[in-house]
T-cell receptor
Framework: NAGVTQTPKFQVLKTGQSMTLQCAQD?????MYWYRQDPGMGLRLIYY???????DKGEVPNGYNVSRLNKREFSLRLESAAPSQTSVYFC???????????FGSGTRLTVV | GENVEQHPSTLSVQEGDSAVIKCTYS??????FPWYKQELGKRPQLIID?????GEKKDQRIAVTLNKTAKHFSLHITETQPEDSAVYFC????????????FGRGTSLIVHP
């Protein structure tokens, strides 16, 4: 039982490059989330998917897109990376009502 | 929307002392209050949570208290140990509909041996 798996763990991009962060969960959770974590700013929600087939913007969605590929997978795409997107990105999933809220191990992204 | 304030941002204690971290929230509809511990370079992990129908919950050396009238909740760690050193996050949300927790900005707890 892997829980929430994120790939890659580390990535360096040049400004303007694109990339997709992958997230998969094996807990049969309905809801999935993407956060970014910056020093002193806590965890800020980028996008979330309350259930398969739906996605919604969170607090800081600009510069990102998401795809809920199926119940297990929720990807985050940066179309044109900017230095301001340098951060640690966490995926999370939960059952309905927030039970069993679980984070992935994170992706450390640096944009130069 | 919900707003969660967390204090202090940094807390330094001696091993064996108690530590208390406080959070306030704004939305009276919030009914679920989890706490997460994040060790350096690791993912946040749930350590304890409380729902609005109880005022206190304990799990060994950690406890959480909730005051719904005043809209605040606190994490209490007794007999602190160096391995308690981490960043702690509180969160508040409603469990109905789309579950979107609002996180506090975190408290860096340092336990000195």
């Amino acid at each position: 039982n892997a829980g929430v798996t994120q790939t890659p763990k580390f990535q360096v991009l040049k400004t303007g490059q694109s990339m997709t962060l992958q997230c998969a969960q094996d807990m049969n959770h309905n809801s999935m989330y993407w956060y970014r974590q910056d020093p002193g700013m806590g965890l800020r929600l980028i996008y979330y998917s309350a259930s398969e087939g739906t996605t919604d913007k969170g607090e800081v969605p600009n510069g990102y897109n998401v795809s809920r590929l199926n119940k297990r997978e929720f990807s985050l795409r940066l179309e044109s990376a900017a230095p301001s997107q340098t951060s640690v990105y966490f995926c999370a999933s939960s059952e309905a009502g927030g039970y069993g809220y679980t984070f992935g191990s994170g992706t450390r992204l640096t944009v130069v | 929307g919900e707003n969660v304030e967390q204090h202090p941002s940094t807390l330094s204690v001696q091993e064996g002392d108690s530590a208390v971290i406080k959070c306030t929230y704004s939305d009276s509809a919030s009914n679920y209050f989890p706490w997460y511990k994040q060790e350096l370079g690791k993912r946040p992990q749930l350590i304890i949570d409380i729902r609005s129908n109880v005022g206190e919950k304990k799990d060994q050396r950690i406890a959480v208290t909730l005051n719904k009238t005043a809209k605040h909740f606190s994490l209490h760690i007794t007999e602190t140990q160096p391995e308690d050193s981490a960043v702690y996050f509180c969160a508040a949300s409603t469990t109905g509909g789309s579950y979107i927790p609002t996180f506090g900005r975190g408290t860096s707890l340092i336990v000195h041996p």
